[in-house]
């Protein structure tokens, strides 16, 4: 999925250092306790929208969601480092892969040559 043609990582990467910029200059309303909650609102938003685009849903949905809740738990003062908020991504990631990989068949893609005008078959 694309917004804007660009990930939606891109876009929260973006969203969330211009926050930062706006917390250092101190501009009224955005302040060190807001900008991640808002950060949060942004990265569920893209976690639900990716999650409708995406087959299975749980992977993307439940990725979202920790990276939101993340966000929003160090808007309240509960800190977790980018390591720990990946390694727990990482760990639920494999747990919903044992779990659905039974569920999941690839999607075999096959292409067929157009034959030339005038070919016999």
């Known amino acids: 999925m694309k917004i804007f ?3 939606p990582a891109l876009i929260i990467a973006v969203v969330s250092a211009s926050l930062s910029l706006l917390v250092v200059f101190g501009v009224p309303g955005v302040t060190d306790a807001t900008a991640p909650l808002i950060v949060a609102v942004v990265t569920a938003v893209f976690a639900v929208a990716t999650a409708f ?3 299975p849903i749980a992977p993307a949905a439940f990725t979202g969601l920790i990276t939101a809740v993340a966000a929003l ?3 309240y ?3 977790f480092t980018g390591e720990q908020v990946a390694a727990v991504n990482a760990m639920v990631l494999a747990v919903l892969t044992l779990i659905a990989r039974q569920q999941i068949t690839p999607q075999v893609r096959t292409k067929t040559k157009a034959k030339p005008k005038g070919a016999k078959s």
Request: glycine residues 24%.
């Open 77 to 79: 003062g509960l800190e």
């Open 73 to 75: 738990l160090a808007g």
């Open 5 to 7: 043609g660009h990930e």
């Open 53 to 55: 685009t995406t087959r």
